[in-house]
């Protein structure tokens, strides 16, 4: 069946450090991939997404390229803030009459001023 | 925009009794929602997929008897937890699907059983 793997963390890092969050993907046919930010306290929001392979998805100075020959959507911003804190979660959506979400585990990410 | 609600954002219950929640779509309609449980430190894993209507969809292990979904409006889906236990403590979110590749989610409910 299909199914995300991310890294764990928790990751902390130093305010302006350069960001990664890994995730693969296992899927049959073409999924949609997202990346979502939960901070605490709070509900899922949806950070970017990409639809097809080759798409890079952008948004508040992240970005993630659906890169279907390695099944990978790794998370990456160039220069984090400490309003970045927070918990982060890789999805897939296999498609199909509900376009069920299936979501990775969730990676902590703490930012340090 | 898409804006999702959730009511209450927190309740304390006894053991033994129910609680509803409510999901809501603010400014669009939704056919299908979805209904979510996180626990501490963990993903969330999708309880049931609620459709407007009709019955609702229940992932495997999840008891529909004690999970009751009702979806009755295209605005509006309900979660009750029956005979709460302590463990059904948990945070409940819930999303609403709003075209074909989008959930918008709602902010979460608390529920803790004493």
């Known amino acids: 069946g299909n199914s995300v793997t991310q890294m764990e963390g928790p990751v902390t890092l130093s305010e302006e450090a350069f960001l990664t969050i890994n995730c693969t993907y296992t899927?049959?046919?073409?999924?949609?991939l997202f990346w979502y930010v939960q901070y605490p306290g709070e509900g899922l929001q949806l950070l970017l997404k990409a639809t097809k392979a080759d798409d890079k998805g952008s948004n508040k100075g992240f970005e993630a390229t659906y890169r279907k020959e390695t099944t990978s959507f790794h998370l990456e911003k160039g220069s984090v803030q400490v309003s970045d804190s927070a918990v982060y979660f890789c999805a897939l959506s296999g498609g199909g009459a509900t376009n069920k979400l299936i979501f990775g585990t969730g990676t902590l990410l703490a930012v340090q001023p | 925009g898409a804006v999702v609600s959730q009511h209450p954002s927190r309740v304390i219950c006894k053991s033994g009794t129910s609680v509803k929640i409510e999901c809501r779509s603010l400014d669009f309609q939704a056919t299908t929602m979805f209904w979510y449980r996180q626990f501490p430190k963990q993903s969330l894993m999708l309880m049931a997929t609620?459709?407007?209507?009709?019955?609702?969809?229940?992932e495997q292990g999840v008891e529909k008897d004690k999970f009751l979904i009702n979806h009755a409006s295209l605005t509006l889906s309900t979660l009750t937890v029956t005979s709460a236990h302590p463990e059904d403590s948990s945070f409940y979110i819930c999303s609403a699907r709003k075209g074909p590749n989008e959930q918008f989610f709602g902010p979460g409910t608390r529920l803790t059983v004493l």
């Open positions: 899927a049959t046919g073409y999924p949609s």
């Open positions: 609620s459709n407007e209507g009709s019955k609702a969809t229940y």
